[in-house]
């Protein structure tokens, strides 16, 4: 292959190599503009400051609350009453 030719390979596996990159760049972006990338970032700065169990187990009750984990606002009630109430046992 003559000296023009592998120049030109070169510099097609160079621009390959550029927008891989910025690909990747651009999908890591997307990751961290997710609601879940925002929420698993906030739960480890709370985590971080050493909360007690207590402080560890509301936290918990939130985020799923916050998502519609209890299926309606009378289960989220109802799931708060017995957080309060595991949290006056162990006491």
């Known amino acids: 292959m003559s000296e023009k030719g592998n120049q030109e390979r070169d510099a097609g596996i ?19 503009d997710r609601s879940s990338y925002v929420l698993f970032q906030r739960l480890y700065d709370f985590l971080r400051t050493n909360p007690d169990i207590a402080e560890i187990m509301r936290r918990f009750y939130e985020i799923l609350d916050a998502r519609g984990g209890f299926g309606s606002r009378r289960n989220a009630e109802y799931a708060k009453e017995s957080l309060e109430c595991v949290l006056r046992d162990i006491k």
Not at 14 to 32: M, N
């Open 14 to 32: 160079i621009e390959q190599s550029e927008k891989a990159a910025e690909s990747e760049i651009a999908k890591v972006q997307r990751i961290r």
